[in-house]
């Protein structure tokens, strides 16, 4: 078990030691916002705890020369109890960052967020709410296509449902 543990702490020193770099070499006018996400398409491991994140998190912080203003940690679906968030009281961020956690989710809506937040709260006085992760990824429920795309569609195949043509609502150069 001890040599386990050596390489899950070299191993967060080093990464934190590689994000330091990496951020203290974006200019101080672009914020840094950390977001420790647990995999791609489909997640790759759904953490049992924020106990890697707060270790992390607190690594980079003393690690980093700037500011991270946010800091925002994904919350699965299924992690809404004491221990998933007891870590949190862990948390050393500089002192105008703010911790963000993913507490909303598609599937159980406005109850699990307040579940979660409440939970949340045991552990962190004050924090951010954001979705988890991958709410911007192509949804079953719309056939393949972001959100976005698939009003265009219905747009270009049922143009009497929607009062504007979409495209004319996207932000561009002109606007």
């Given at each position: 078990?001890?040599?386990?543990?050596?390489?899950?702490?070299?191993?967060?020193?080093?990464?934190?030691?590689?994000?330091?770099?990496?951020?203290?070499?974006?200019?101080?006018?672009?914020?840094?916002?950390?977001?420790?996400?647990?995999?791609?398409?489909?997640?790759?491991?759904?953490?049992?705890?924020?106990?890697?994140?707060?270790?992390?998190?607190?690594?980079?912080?003393?690690?980093?020369?700037?500011?991270?203003?946010?800091?925002?940690?994904?919350?699965?679906?299924?992690?809404?109890?004491?221990?998933?968030?007891?870590?949190?009281?862990?948390?050393?961020?500089?002192?105008?960052?703010?911790?963000?956690?993913?507490?909303?989710?598609?599937?159980?809506?406005?109850?699990?967020?307040?579940?979660?937040?409440?939970?949340?709260?045991?552990?962190?006085?004050?924090?951010?709410?954001?979705?988890?992760?991958?709410?911007?990824?192509?949804?079953?429920?719309?056939?393949?296509?972001?959100?976005?795309?698939?009003?265009?569609?219905?747009?270009?195949e049922q143009p009497n449902r929607l009062k504007l043509n979409p495209s004319y609502l996207m932000p561009g150069p002109n606007s």
């Amino acid at each position: 078990m001890i040599i386990v543990t050596e390489i899950a702490v070299s191993a967060h020193r080093a990464l934190a030691e590689s994000s330091a770099r990496i951020g203290d070499s974006i200019p101080h006018a672009v914020d840094l916002i950390d977001h420790f996400g647990y995999g791609g398409a489909r997640h790759t491991v759904e953490p049992i705890d924020t106990l890697d994140m707060v270790t992390q998190a607190n690594l980079i912080t003393a690690a980093i020369a700037r500011q991270i203003p946010l800091v925002h940690m994904p919350v699965p679906i299924e992690r809404d109890g004491q221990a998933y968030f007891k870590p949190l009281e862990r948390l050393a961020l500089a002192q105008r960052a703010i911790p963000c956690l993913g507490l909303i989710h598609n599937q159980d809506g406005l109850d699990g967020l307040k579940r979660r937040i409440a939970t949340a709260r045991n552990y962190l006085a004050n924090f951010k709410v954001a979705t988890e992760c991958g709410f911007g990824r192509r949804l079953k429920t719309l056939r393949g296509f972001t959100p976005y795309e698939f009003v265009c569609k219905m747009w270009t195949e049922q143009p009497n449902r929607l009062k504007l043509n979409p495209s004319y609502l996207m932000p561009g150069p002109n606007s």
